[in-house]
């Protein structure tokens, strides 16, 4: 079945940075694009990115655009996030999902603190 998990989470200073890792299984990856989404308490869940199946279209919003980077790696199974000059305001627990058909399954996520 669809599974994804989630790694690379941690506890960070401001101006920090962290590279999530995704492992996709139970679905060939190279059909789908991904989407990394966080949700922090109080909060909706937000697409913070999104890369086509391809690799070759990025979407960011706003709040992370130039600091947030999504790859994928179609071999591995795997997609990524690197995430620099954390604020505050970007931790969250992190998800990633794919697109279009988003599974109902999601991970477990991964936690990001952000804290001096």
């Known amino acids: 079945q669809v599974q994804f998990v989630e790694s690379g989470g941690g506890l960070v200073q401001p101006g920090g940075s962290l590279t999530l890792s995704c492992a996709a299984s139970g679905f060939t990856l190279s059909a789908y694009g991904m989407r990394w989404y966080r949700h922090a308490p109080g909060k909706e869940r937000e697409v913070v990115a999104e890369?086509?199946?391809?690799?070759?279209?990025?979407n960011y919003p706003d709040s992370v655009k130039g600091r947030f980077t999504i790859s994928r790696d179609n071999a591995k199974n795997t997609a990524y996030l690197q995430m620099k000059d954390l604020k505050y305001e970007d931790a969250a627990v992190y998800y990633c999902?794919?697109?279009?058909?988003?599974?109902?399954?999601w991970g477990q996520g991964t936690q990001v603190t952000v804290s001096s």
């Open positions: 890369i086509s199946s391809t690799g070759r279209t990025t």
């Open positions: 999902n794919r697109y279009p058909g988003t599974s109902d399954t």
